[in-house]
């Protein structure tokens, strides 16, 4: 009797422990609110800055905002779906942290398959609001206004913090880069042979790019994709690209950065957002003013030919 006591004590804690303070709300949603901060919560037409991690029950991360540096802005919307990640939002204030646990049935038609990867009854977000702009009874200008002003001081503040993060990168990769009257670092990896690129030459590169955070964004090595663990894009074809260099072509860190290469020649490239995307970015993986960095490897040089047609410049990189 004693023993059966303890089987079902035993099986009282671990049901408190899956449970793990875990509140339900409508739609069959369970949240569990890690930080409550004081204050208003929000409400539909808010705007709302946030970060957050998605993940799988097995703890496999889908995306974060934390890799990319950068919180997600968004116009809080009811949902007339029962359930929505939006009505977790809504029990929020500026300043708390939530576990939800969204039902991956609920998400999909009856019938329509589950995207490849996601195993499990939940999806998990680990919330964290950042900012909230109460649209109240503001008209449509004061609030717009408002909103533009914190996108400006964001801006400002990640422009700021710019040279920190990339010396921070440079030193934890222990990289022994050259940094040129631009701003360029960049650091030989495999030297190369015969003379360097020059402009009017067409540079065939193969190369990975990512943000800071080693989050890839895009890459010609298919091997290099492979390591992301999520399915190619069979549309996609992983080769080397040509580059016609000088043109204006790709991003002024890499119009420089091929100059300083010849035939052969491994390289790391560290280039702030002066000479990549800038302030505008390039959504949604790299966001304003990031600095980001590439392996590139100078495959071929094909030296330019007067009389020859110019070569059709690339859309490169390609933000995937």
Known sequence: MRKNLMIIAVAALGLASCKGGFKQAEGGL???????????????????SLN???KTEGDSVLGSTYELGRPVPQIIEK?????DISSA???LSEGDSATIKLNIDSMFKKGQPKPPGIKGKYLIYEVKIEKVIPRGNTTEPVFQAHVTDYFKAQADLIKKQEPAKIKKYVDEKKLTTTTTASGLQYQITKPGSGANLVNGDTAV???????????????SVKEEAMKEKKPLDP???????????????VIKGWDEGLLLLNK??????????ELGWGEQGAPPMIGAFSPVTFDVEVVNIIKANPNAPKPVQPTMPQVR
């Open 79 to 83: 949902s007339p779906r029962k359930g």
């Open 235 to 249: 549309r996609r074809k992983y080769e080397p690209i040509k580059v016609a260099v000088g043109a204006g072509g």
């Open 52 to 54: 957050l991690i998605l």
């Open 89 to 91: 939002f809504l029990l």
């Open 30 to 48: 369970l949240y569990n609110i890690r930080t409550d901060k004081a204050g208003a919560t929000i409400k539909a037409g808010d705007f709302v």
């Open 205 to 219: 590169v193969n190369y990975t790019g990512r943000l800071l955070s080693g989050k890839l964004f895009d890459t």
């Open 264 to 273: 052969g020649a491994k390289a790391t490239f560290v280039i702030p957002s």
